[in-house]
């Protein structure tokens, strides 16, 4: 090694300051002219540099420097000159040199490879390699391949030591080059294969040429000129016959290229072979297994690439959440060019396309998997070109542009054996078709082509048929199922590949939409589903789209709806199906989503608004959703997203409804009710109508006029722009005939809900469901009835008699959908009747009315007879079919003209014109149009106000006619009850719960027959027996029926409390009424003043309604189930303005509220909201309520006029007078209930005795009971099990026996005073008495006993209370009626308005309902009420058996106990007989009237002796009955003390502590009334009357 040329000090210090002086030397050594180099000096000498750099290597290498300072400082001085890399190799090279020579060199050598390795970092990689060793460059590890040196030297071998084979075989250059000649010569008239050949023959003869070498320099030469084929293919097939040695040669050529990782296989070569293939030199099979890769490793690939794609689609739905910021690996593509250039298969099929070879081509790609070989791009280009070629024709024939535009031709194939080209579109499906469906989704390469197949798809469809008519599958020749596959197979999958292409989407939408929904819609389904499946790179397209629209819909909002939604429209434009998918998935789970959905799909082509309506069946129609929450009592939520989706997209766009429709259709065939849904919304959003439930009064009052009165001011929303919505609604209806199917469908559904959809399902889903079937077909059949024309309507639907009788659908919808026919078609023939007239237009307005009826009766008539099989002729013995169709056939508008609402609409028009006129900011031009369309408007509503007033004078004078024959007089016994049971049946029930609009009608129906002083039709009895009792009407109701049922109730109770508020409207509008009639005469139909209730009576019957109604309310309330407390809470809401109005019926209801707020509050929480609404509302009416005195007489004596008198023998005893006319037997049997009603007597009188004592005006009270209890508990409210009341009748014997002296009046009075006062006394000693015993007994045994005992002294009152319900009047539905009191255990409507009757309703509702509160609540708001409404509280039975039973036992017990004889019997039997002929001025004597009745008309004008003795009779029974009522009463207290007795003894047997009550009469509970505390009283006594009757009859 050399003297070093640096101090040893500067190696030492090296870290202190030695490496700075190291580089300031450097710096010295280096010049600063670039160009010259740092290791000479100017005059020629080593300037240093080199020597420094060596020693700096050597220190590292040997010490003490480190070896990574060495690396460091190297780096440092190698930018000091551009020579500095070079001069520290070269140092380098030296050092490696001596340390590769040196023996024990390890730990050296080490060191030096480090610092080698390090300085990689800054010399470049090329000037290692170029100036160091091998074995130095794979020592430090630049060479990373062993095998390098080896490869090395054998190049070296093969440059300069092998030898190139010249020659070889003797074969002789000469001759080659004479035959590469001739064979490449210009090919002219002389050189044809035959020449050439000999030519061949002789320089292989002449030279000694391997034959096998010509093949190859012949093939060479095919190869450089493939177009002279025709010279070329003759020759080789005359040159070499044998096909085999011909592909062996040709393998050899490939097997070349196969081993040649350098070259490719030349596509001339593919050519040759192709060539040679299509002229069938050579056989595929033969030359196919020299080509590479094998099959196998052809499938293999594809799986992957399927796998691959399936797993990239996969990976993209996960989402993670770890390692986020760590970026994923980005996947190596593959060369696909190089790829496909390996594949000799590949090659060979795209030569054998482009030389127009199909057969042998559709054999190649066979034999590989199903679009592998055409998803190549090349390929697919070859065959595309191949199918311009062979449309051309055919496209230029049917497709071509206009004559003037010249388009660019397409070459035809030159060669024979091309496939032919197609002249016309049978001839494409032989070439064409069969091409196209081998290249599949490949055809994207080329969307020229596509565009022509499109075009002749189209061009093929509409020969022979219009534009925009959907094609007809008809004829072989024609293409209608081959383009349905190219479309599934070809069009839409290639369509996919095309981003953002939306003019080639709208050119398919044309074609396409020439097919019928079905097919479409079959298309894009597999289109969706399973064409993506099919191919990897489809996969990916599908991936990578998701990804976007995920990426869109996270950004979607109402700011930024036009970018998103261009977005939106690029992506849909080639895959739209699982795009939608997507969009509605995230609508279901967010439904502020749809409206800016709707907003941004705005860009979609026509083909994507297709699909999508597809999308939306589909997501509609998944089995695997559930469509209900899991309570089970809704519909969920994605589905109601679902369908206002659906209503907002079908209005917004242009989307064909069809399939939709139909959808709907086929589940209500199903039986599923559940997708009615949609079409509500549909309808709703596209024609405008609302299936609104709460509409404002002023709103319900304008659905009564006219369609532009119901326009302006009936519906919430205005009804603009939905004409062409409506009317593409209407026309895809009319295509398929759905229209009159869904009507239908749904009507039937209405009842499938309840008895086959809904088996297992909770009640308020049912109500639902139900409620939605019927909202549906109500708006469904006024869409109908508003777009189509009538004669559309009439010929589409079904008449009224096939919809009822073929159909089976119930008479409310059937005749809803007919009243539209029904009224045009009055309206032609009243026309025809009117122009038939030759005074036409000098008509009164009395003949126009006439022709009108005329008219209606002439269209009716049929209706009518259609009308009258559908129910049994028992029914039309009560009311005619003409009625029931007359009641039927009309609406609110033909009653009715809502004047104000017209009105108001117009005052509200004039100010718009008004706020018109004042704008400064509208133009004056666009102002001036405004005014117009306000004019106009005001126009249209007056001329249409007074078309309805002329219509309904024209209904009105039809009504007047018609009427005399709605109601059929019988007999007077049934005059007013059954003709009310069948109105209230087959009429006002069915209806008042159809609309809202309906109830309205029903309640102004009544009204109107009322007004028109219709016979044998009594109005009290009508709403009498619609508020007696509305318990089951109520829980019988669904949650909009119950709005619908609240609406007509309040409409009713409006009439009832404006007749009630002044006595002139009431003389108005009902005195001397028929309706009002309270004795129906069977002699004569003449009324008399006194046979119409007074106006106080009718008054108290107002305040026993009301009663009646809270009672209901508190039984629905108190029952615990839901559909009645929820249905009791809305009518609640519906009759507020009417109902409550009395302080006391307030405060039991708020009461009711509170306790169901309390217990609803986190129960059901809809019930708790729906309590508390109606809570706050009544409270806030509290200061409107009126006192009882106010609402009616309370207290007051009864005058003892002629009046009072009247009304009271008029409503005591109709049933006598009425049986006496007919044969005498009847007179018997009169007779005998007579008696049942002395015993029912004796019972009422019991408990009156004990209620007396409780009021100071107890006398007062019973007297006021007479004239009005009678009238509204006990006539009025006793025929069936909701309240109905049967009127009175009476005979013209009773009128006359009506008209005796006011004195013998008096003397009645003095009797009846008389009586009270012994009652009151005997009571007050009997309860003293009982109390005392009372003490005795313990609280708890009280308690218990005490309530047994009081239900069934309820069920015994009702029993009788029923039983003197028949005896009153007999009634035919009798059977009916007892039936269904069993059934419902007990009708509430036998009870007496003002007899605290609320806990006979319990008793009854607690058979009905599974979970009943106990009865105090009730009893204590409604005893206290009812003995605080001035009534005595009379209970009647029903069953007359039960009442006879137990009075016979009475009668047995009131004698002593060992008399038993006929004769004491008769005794007692003449001693009720009294009683009832005077029990409390109850009855009145009934013999001579009922004989007097059987008296011929001839005889009446001895009507007045026959009165004399009458009276004279009736006071000697006066007198008789006072003393048997004494002899009664004394026998009852001591058989009372014996009962006590017998009570108290047996107590003691039986081992029971006697019972002790710690409170007194004056010591009651404050939360019990004392009518109640007094009941139970009544019942201990009866206890104890049993229980002494049954040891009696032990000691018998």
């Not at 499938?299 to 760590?326: F, N, P, Q, S």
């Not at 079905?518 to 894009?524: A, E, G, I, V």
């Not at 007077?972 to 009310?980: D, F, Q, V, Y």
């Not at 129906?1080 to 046979?1091: I, K, L, M, T």
Request: net charge positive; hydrophobic share 30%; aromatic share 8%.
């Amino acid at each position: 090694m050399a003297v070093s040329c640096l101090s040893s000090d500067m190696w030492k210090s090296w870290e202190r300051q030695g490496k700075t002086e190291f580089i300031k030397a450097c710096k010295q050594f280096v010049k600063s002219d670039e160009n010259v180099s740092p290791v000479l000096t100017k005059n020629g000498k080593n300037a240093g540099l080199t020597r420094a750099v060596y020693e700096l290597i050597w220190h590292g290498i040997k010490g003490p420097l480190r070896r990574e300072a060495t690396a460091t400082t190297l780096g440092e001085i190698v930018n000091l000159h551009s020579d500095m890399p070079s001069i520290i190799l070269d140092v380098v090279s030296v050092i490696d040199a001596e340390t590769s020579c040196a023996e024990n060199n390890g730990d050296e050598r080490q060191r030096f490879c480090f610092i080698v390795k390090e300085t990689e970092k800054f010399l470049s990689d090329k000037l290692l390699k170029e100036r160091l060793e091998i074995d130095t460059l794979q020592d430090v590890g630049t060479l990373k391949n062993r095998n390098f040196y080896t490869k090395f030297i054998k190049v070296k071998t093969k440059l300069y030591y092998k030898q190139r084979k010249f020659n070889l075989f003797r074969e002789e250059s000469e001759g080659y080059a004479k035959l590469i000649t001739e064979l490449n010569q210009e090919v002219s008239g002389n050189v044809t294969p035959t020449n050439i050949l000999e030519v061949i023959k002789s320089l292989i003869g002449c030279f000694n040429l391997d034959p096998n070498r010509v093949l190859d320099i012949i093939l060479e030469s095919f190869e450089c000129r493939r177009d002279h084929h025709h010279f070329f293919i003759p020759l080789l097939r005359s040159y070499m016959c044998d096909p085999k040695i011909l592909c062996e040669v040709l393998g050899f050529k490939y097997c070349f290229y196969q081993n040649n990782a350098e070259e490719t296989t030349p596509k001339s070569l593919y050519f040759v072979t192709a060539l040679m293939l299509q002229h069938n030199i050579i056989a595929l099979d033969d030359i196919y297994s020299w080509l590479t890769p094998d099959d196998k490793v052809i499938h293999k690939e594809w799986e992957k690439d399927m796998k691959e794609a399936k797993e990239y689609v996969r990976k993209l739905g996960i989402i993670c959440l770890k390692d986020k910021d760590k970026e994923e690996p980005v996947e190596e593509k593959e060369n696909v060019q190089e790829k496909y250039a390996a594949n000799q298969k590949f090659g060979l099929c795209e030569a054998l396309l482009k030389v127009g070879d199909w057969n042998h081509a559709k054999q190649l790609t066979k034999r590989l998997p199903e679009h592998c070989v055409l998803d190549q791009p090349p390929v697919a280009r070859a065959l595309c070109e191949l199918l311009h070629s062979v449309m051309e024709p055919v496209y230029r024939k049917n497709c071509g542009l206009a004559e003037k535009i010249v388009g660019r031709p397409v070459p035809l194939l030159d060669s024979p054996l091309a496939p032919q080209p197609a002249r016309s579109f049978v001839e494409l499906r032989e070439s064409v078709i069969p091409m196209l469906l081998a290249l599949g989704p490949s055809m994207h390469y080329d969307p020229v082509l596509m565009y022509k197949v499109i075009r002749l798809a189209k061009a093929a469809l509409t020969q022979g048929c219009g534009e925009n008519q959907q094609a007809i599958p008809e004829g072989e020749n024609n293409l209608y199922y081959d383009i349905i596959t190219l479309l599934d197979e070809v069009i839409l999958p290639s369509l996919s590949y095309m981003d953002c292409n939306c003019c080639i989407a709208e050119e398919v939408w044309n074609v396409i939409k020439l097919y019928p929904y079905q097919c479409r819609y079959c298309l894009y389904s597999r289109w969706k589903n399973e064409t993506y499946q099919q191919h990897a790179k489809l996969l990916r397209k599908r991936g990578e789209a998701l990804k976007k629209i995920k990426s869109i819909m996270k950004r979607v909002s109402k700011e930024n709806i036009k970018p998103v939604g261009r977005l939106i429209g690029k992506l849909t434009h080639c895959s739209p199906g699982f795009l939608f998918d997507y969009v509605l998935v995230q609508i279901q789970i967010y439904d502020n989503l749809i409206n800016p959905v709707v907003d941004s799909l705005k860009y979609l082509t026509s083909l994507s608004y297709d699909v999508l309506g597809y999308c939306l069946i589909e997501s509609l129609a998944s089995a695997d959703r559930d469509r209900f929450k899991h309570d089970g009592t809704s519909i969920s939520l994605w589905l109601q997203s679902l369908a206002s989706f659906c209503g907002a997209i079908f209005k917004k766009y242009n989307i064909e409804l069809t399939g939709l429709l139909q959808y709907v259709a086929n589940q209500l065939k199903a039986q599923k009710s559940l997708d009615l849904l949609i079409l509500k919304e549909i309808v709703q959003k596209m024609a405008g109508i609302e299936a609104a439930e709460e509409m404002t009064p002023e709103q319900l009052e304008a659905m009564a006029g006219g369609e532009l009165l119901k326009g302006e001011a009936g519906y919430f929303s205005q009804v603009r722009n939905t004409k062409k919505s409506s009317q593409r609604l209407k026309e895809a209806l009319s295509e398929q005939n759905l229209a009159v199917a869904l009507c239908l469908l749904m009507a039937q559904q209405r009842y499938c809900v309840v008895y086959k959809e809904t088996d297992k399902s909770h009640l308020k889903l049912v109500g639902k469901l139900y409620d939605q079937c019927q909202d549906t077909l109500v708006q469904f059949g006024t869409f109908l009835g508003s777009t189509l024309s009538m004669e559309e309507y009439v010929t589409k639907l079904p008449t009224i008699h096939s919809m009822l009788a073929d159909y089976h659908i119930h008479a409310d919808v059937a005749f809803f959908l007919a009243r539209p026919m029904f009224t045009h078609a009055i309206n032609l023939k009243y026309d025809a009747l009117r122009k038939a007239d030759p005074n036409c237009k000098k008509l009164s307005p009395s003949a126009k009315h006439q022709k009108y009826c005329e008219a209606a009766g002439e269209v009716m008539s049929p209706i009518v007879a259609s009308v009258r099989p559908l129910h049994p002729p028992k029914v039309w013995e009560d009311i005619s079919p003409q009625f029931l169709v007359t009641f039927w056939s009309l609406t609110m508008y033909d009653l009715f003209v809502p004047n104000d609402c017209y009105q108001r609409e117009i005052n509200k028009i004039k100010q718009l014109s008004l706020q018109v006129m004042d704008s400064k900011d509208m133009a004056a031009s666009k102002g001036k149009k405004e005014q117009e369309r306000y004019t106009a408007l005001m126009e249209k509503l007056q001329e249409e106000k007074k078309k309805q007033h002329e219509h309904v004078e024209k209904v009105m004078a039809r009504l007047k006619q018609e009427k005399d024959s709605w109601f059929l007089s019988r007999s007077a016994k049934s005059a007013k009850n059954e003709t009310i049971t069948q109105f209230l049946q087959l009429c006002l029930f069915p209806r008042c719960i159809f609309t809202a609009t309906d109830a309205v009608y029903c309640a102004k129906f009544v009204h109107t027959i009322h007004s028109l002083k219709t016979a044998n039709f009594s109005t009290l009895l009508c709403y009498d027996r619609l508020f007696c009792d509305i318990t089951y009407s109520v829980t019988s109701c669904t949650e909009n029926e119950a709005n619908r049922y609240g609406r007509f109730l309040c409409a009713m109770l409006e009439t009832v409390m404006r007749w009630h508020s002044e006595k002139a409207t009431f003389e108005k509008e009902c005195s001397n009424y028929p309706g009002f009639v309270t004795k129906f005469r069977v002699s004569n139909q003449f009324s008399e003043a006194n046979d119409h209730v007074g106006y106080e009576n009718y008054r108290h019957v107002c305040h026993k309604w009301h009663y009646k109604i809270t009672k209901a309310m508190v039984v629905c309330l108190d029952s615990k189930d839901y559909v009645q407390i929820r249905n009791s809470l809305i009518i609640l809401i519906k009759i507020l303005p009417h109902f409550p109005v009395l302080a006391k019926l307030s405060q039991i209801i708020e009461r009711k509220i509170e306790k169901v707020r309390e217990e609803e509050k986190n129960q059901r929480q809809d019930l708790f909201i729906l309590a508390t609404s109606y809570s706050g509302q009544l409270k806030a009416k509290s200061a409107s309520m009126i006192r009882e005195t106010d609402f009616h007489q309370v207290g007051d004596k009864p005058s003892k006029s002629q009046d009072c008198g009247s009304v009271k023998q008029e409503l005591n005893n109709p049933a006598a007078t009425v049986a006496t006319k007919q044969v005498n037997g009847e007179i018997k049997q009169e007779k005998d209930r007579s008696v049942e009603k002395t015993k029912d007597a004796g019972a009422v009188r019991e408990s009156n005795k004990e209620r007396s004592e409780r009021k100071s005006a107890g006398r007062q009270q019973q007297q006021q009971t007479t004239i009005t209890g009678e009238m509204s508990g006990g006539k009025l409210s006793s025929a069936s099990k909701s309240g109905i009341i049967n009127a009175t009748s009476t005979s013209e014997g009773k009128r006359e026996a009506l008209s005796g002296s006011i004195k013998e009046k008096s003397e009645k009075e003095k009797n009846k005073e008389k009586d009270y006062e012994l009652k009151e006394k005997l009571s007050k000693k009997e309860e003293r008495r009982e109390e005392g015993e009372r003490e005795k007994r313990s609280k708890e045994k009280k308690e218990d006993k005490a309530a047994q005992r009081e239900e069934r002294a309820l069920q015994r009152e009702e029993r009788a209370y029923r039983d003197d319900r028949y005896l009153e009047m007999p009634n035919p539905s009798l059977k009916e009626e007892q039936v269904l009191q069993q059934r419902f255990g007990g009708g509430g409507s036998g009870e007496r308005y003002y007899g605290g009757s609320s806990s006979g309703g319990i008793e009854r509702s607690s058979h009905y309902y599974p979970r009943e509160p106990t009865h105090d609540d009730r009893d204590r708001d409604l005893s206290s009420l009812s003995n605080s409404s001035s009534g005595s509280g009379h209970r009647r039975s029903q069953e007359p058996p039960e009442v006879d039973r137990d009075v016979k036992r009475r009668k047995l017990e009131g004698g002593s106990s060992t008399k038993s004889s006929k004769h004491e019997e008769r005794k007692q039997q003449q001693l009720l007989e009294a009683m009832s002929l005077g029990g409390g001025s109850m009855e009145k004597p009934e013999k001579k009237e009922r004989s007097s009745k059987t008296k011929d008309k001839s005889m009446r004008d001895k009507n007045v002796t026959e009165e004399e003795k009458e009276l004279r009779k009736e006071r000697k029974l006066g007198r008789k009955r006072d003393r048997a009522e004494e002899a009664m009463l004394l026998a009852e207290q001591k058989r009372r003390k014996e009962e006590e007795k017998a009570a108290k003894l047996a107590s003691h047997q039986n081992g029971e502590p006697s019972e002790s009550h710690g409170r007194d009469k004056h010591h009651y509970p404050k939360d019990k009334s004392p009518y109640s505390r007094e009941r139970e009283r009544s019942h201990d006594r009866e206890g104890r009357d049993k229980h002494r009757r049954s040891n009696e009859g032990k000691r018998r």
